[in-house]
């Protein structure tokens, strides 16, 4: 049964559902549009007797949270785009030491510095690895502050679940906007076991190891191919997407996050000039929804598809692999913490569904 609604900020929202989820360890390094997260921790984590260390760095942070999450602790750290960059090493070692931790990007504007205005510039970063090595992330994209909500409740889980790291990504406009929120009066939360964690032998005659180091190249490979069969078990379980209006759609829109919620209304007005579209909103950027986006491609009445993003180009190209050629793949980004209007997605589909060259 959920509460009644409250308005919060979408960064408080991400640290209260952590909370909600058992996390009680937090390690994190302050850089906008998302230091609130970290200004919630600090001061509930006192309040709940957590643990919450501003560290000097986010090499540091990251390296935290492997300590924390190798004892089988709940563990969460955030930052933004340069920050994030800063603790890929970290992240590529907890992917091959196979930890359970849930990292927070909302993304601003690259590359470089860039600005505090929203962005969709890290999607390569966090759907392709983004540290050395062969691993993958589980990359979730909520549009909504209480998707913010109920998915960051669902990353810790789903972090235990796949021994993996989960990367929640939004942008500048998500963390910062206020939006209601109904919180539950009970959390999903499963708690799984973690005979594998470092708390003491206990009755186990050898000693847990959390390592990411193995020299032997036959080893190596080993663990790799472990790595890519748990992979295939995340991608065969846990796509997840918003589909609307796919049944007659002429125009298809891909669109993730804060596109997804400005190209909603473009929908409705191509309906009232007679024009059909639907969307495919992906919730999970890794697995990405490839196969309802084949699917839909193969429909007769599906003439395009339009990828809309705050970025050069870039979840475009997995549309695109995903489309296969069956039809055409049509893209509309802005940059540097620009928004796209919903007039220019709308002359997009007009000219599109024209057939005219956009």
Request: with cysteine; net charge negative; hydrophobic share 40%.
């Amino acid at each position: 049964m959920a509460q009644k609604r409250v308005l919060m900020k979408g960064n408080e929202v991400i640290a209260e559902a952590a909370i909600r989820a058992g996390c009680r360890n937090y390690f994190g390094y302050p850089i906008t549009p998302q230091t609130e997260v970290m200004h919630y921790m600090a001061k509930k984590m006192v309040q709940i007797g957590g643990n919450f260390v501003q560290a000097e760095s986010e090499v540091s942070a990251i390296n935290m949270v492997y300590g924390a999450a190798s004892a089988g602790a709940r563990v969460m750290t955030s930052s933004s785009s340069p920050g994030i960059s800063l603790k890929q090493e970290g992240i590529s070692y907890i992917a091959g030491a196979e930890l359970p931790a849930v990292v927070v990007n909302i993304v601003r504007a690259g590359p470089g510095l860039g600005g505090i205005q929203p962005a969709q510039g890290d999607y390569f970063q966090a759907t392709k690895g983004g540290g050395h090595g062969d691993y993958r992330n589980l990359v979730i994209a909520p549009a909504s502050v209480q998707e913010l909500y109920e998915l960051t409740v669902e990353a810790f889980n789903l972090a235990d679940k796949y021994r993996m790291l989960v990367m929640i990504l939004g942008d500048g406009t998500l963390g910062q906007m206020m939006e209601p929120v109904a919180f539950r009066d009970e959390e999903p939360v499963v708690n799984y076991e973690k005979p594998w964690a470092c708390t003491g032998r206990g009755d186990r005659k050898e000693h847990n190891t959390i390592t990411s180091i193995y020299i032997d190249p036959d080893v190596l490979e080993k663990k790799n191919l472990e790595l890519q069969e748990k992979y295939k078990v995340v991608e065969e379980n846990e796509v997840r997407y918003e589909a609307i209006g796919l049944e007659d759609a002429e125009i298809v829109i891909t669109a993730f996050s804060t596109c997804s919620r400005i190209s909603k209304n473009v929908i409705r007005q191509a309906a009232e000039m007679g024009i059909k579209v639907g969307m495919i909103r992906p919730i999970t950027l890794w697995p990405f929804p490839s196969k309802i986006i084949a699917e839909t491609a193969a429909k007769s009445n599906v003439k395009a598809f339009l990828d809309v993003e705050l970025n050069a180009g870039q979840m475009v190209e997995d549309v695109r692999l995903a489309v296969n050629g069956q039809k055409p793949v049509y893209f509309h980004g802005r940059m540097g913490g620009n928004l796209p209007t919903q007039k220019e997605i709308l002359d997009k589909i007009v000219e599109i569904h024209k057939g005219g060259n956009v």
